[in-house]
């Protein structure tokens, strides 16, 4: 039998981590690749279409591959008090990941903004959480001058171990492929994602003559500062774990569009939200944010800029569903009423 041990263990010799690195794990990774071939079909081609469902880790987010890096490489040099900014997901994983090391963490909210399976989650593991009246981009500014100034480790995707962590994704999805896909969707926040996605490809690419992608981000369309150009002052979203008006690795974000001959480009939160729907009629739940990158490509696909045929497509959804109930909750019918009587119910299924 061969056990699991996480990201760390399996992918050691190809991450760049110091040696003092000492693994806290919660066994993330090794998310499943899913087909959906009836939804490939609907988007109009004949194509190979995945699902890369990272909101399957420990903490229902990608978050954590990079988290157990950047919380492992702090653990070996002693530290005990960690600190974030974050829109939600990376707030539950640091939680979860300084507890598990027995540390402090500290994490830092747009106030009122975010969604409330990440607000439990954070709290859940026992951090410390400071509401600040402001935007996430405030708040990044914030842990960035008191990681400056006090002992405290940052461990926002700045810190370049939680890219580390992050490019694991790109090895499973080439390992479970056999190569790498045509194209890879995702949605881009803070741009750390897409630029662990795109070094984990390269060095695919570099010791196993693997082909590179072209990488489709996609923003949302009142957040979309890399597609505009220009930071956006009031960035606003449904997809919450998108909404980023000044995006830390926005350039090297444009690096990897620029070099995988990919594209950056703006989704409206309706057709976030279709798209949500979709997936979920696959048996995908996941969160608004997550379903951007596959909207993407189907705005693409429909308006002829993109001919799917024949490819082998990844889309990578981000976080699970259950961060985010209330998108659901708010909008669905409220569910029927019946007496508890079966005629009553025979009733009702005859409607
Ligand atoms: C963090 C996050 C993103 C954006 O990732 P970046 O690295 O900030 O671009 C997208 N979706 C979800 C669910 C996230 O938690």
Not at 3 to 30: A, F, K
Not at 171 to 184: A, H, K, M, R, V
Not at 288 to 310: K, Q, T, Y
Not at 318 to 343: F, Y
Request: charged share 20%; hydrophobic share 45%.
């Amino acid at each position: 039998m061969t056990t699991y041990h996480g990201i760390l263990h399996r992918y050691r010799g190809l991450l760049d981590l110091p040696d003092h690195t000492q693994t806290v794990s919660l066994l993330e990774g090794n998310t499943p690749l899913i087909p959906v071939p009836r939804l490939a079909q609907e988007m109009g081609g004949r194509f190979e279409l995945y699902v890369k469902f990272e909101g399957l880790n420990p903490t229902g987010s990608f978050k954590d591959r990079g988290m157990t890096a950047a919380i492992s490489e702090a653990a070996g040099r002693g530290v005990h008090t960690v600190i974030c900014a974050s829109t939600g997901n990376t707030a539950a994983s640091a939680a979860a990941y300084a507890a598990r090391a027995g540390m402090r963490a500290v994490v830092l909210i747009p106030q009122g903004k975010v969604a409330a399976g990440k607000l439990a989650g954070a709290a859940a593991y026992g951090a410390q959480i400071i509401q600040v009246q402001g935007s996430f981009d405030d708040a990044l500014s914030m842990v960035v001058a008191i990681s400056q100034k006090l002992p405290i480790a940052l461990v926002n995707s700045l810190n370049p171990f939680r890219l580390e962590g992050q490019k694991t994704a790109a090895f499973e999805i080439s390992d479970t492929l056999g190569n790498s896909p045509d194209w890879l969707c995702l949605p881009v926040g803070n741009a750390g994602n897409i630029t662990a996605y795109w070094m984990g490809f390269r060095q695919y690419h570099h010791l196993k003559s693997a082909g590179l992608p072209r990488i489709l981000g996609a923003q949302a369309a009142g957040a979309a500062p890399l597609v505009l150009g220009h930071p956006v002052e009031h960035p606003e979203t449904v997809a919450t774990a998108i909404r980023i008006g000044r995006p830390a690795r926005g350039e090297q974000a444009l690096e990897a569009i620029e070099q995988s001959q990919g594209r950056i480009l703006a989704v409206s939160d309706e057709d976030i939200l279709a798209m949500q729907r979709r997936l979920a009629g696959e048996g995908i739940w996941v969160e608004p944010a997550s379903a951007a990158g596959l909207a993407g490509l189907e705005v693409e696909i429909r308006a002829g800029r993109l001919d799917p045929s024949g490819l082998r497509i990844v889309a990578v959804c981000t976080g699970h569903g259950l961060k985010d109930p209330e998108i659901i909750t708010q909008r669905m019918r409220a569910p029927q009423v019946l007496p508890s009587d079966v005629k009553a119910l025979e009733a009702a299924l005859a409607q």
